[in-house]
Nanobody
């Protein structure tokens, strides 16, 4: 089992950058595929990015390709999401998630979730 704690959210102007982090407990972090999702008020939780357990494979939602970068540091049990050129419509709570299965954009694949961190992009 793994516990996830996100951090690094905040307020940023449109066009700005922000990096959110997700710290995982447990000694088997390197065995987990990690994903980032986001949920805006009144909307469903949507996939943002995923990374394989080695970090060698990454997958992004079309809407963030070229602007967001997911990475991981297995020695620190941490996964990151670097977000550049942020847009007001990307205001949401950002969640990290973990699974022992292959990377996927489907929420149902992920077994463990953090509590989320708020990202607000002002216009």
């Amino acid at each position: 089992q793994v516990q996830l704690v996100e951090s690094g959210g905040g307020l940023v102007q449109a066009g700005g950058s922000l990096r959110v982090s997700c710290a995982a407990s447990g000694r088997t972090f390197s065995s987990y595929t990690m994903g980032w999702f986001r949920q805006a008020p009144g909307k469903e939780r949507e996939f943002v990015a995923a990374i394989s357990w080695t970090g060698g494979w990454t997958y992004y939602a079309d809407s963030v390709k070229g602007r967001f970068t997911i990475s991981r540091d297995n020695a620190r049990n941490t996964v990151y999401l670097q977000m550049n050129s942020l847009k007001p419509e990307e205001t949401a709570v950002y969640y990290c998630a973990a699974t022992t299965r292959r990377p996927s954009s489907s929420r149902t694949v992920y077994d463990y979730w953090g509590q989320g961190t708020q990202v607000t992009v002002s216009s």
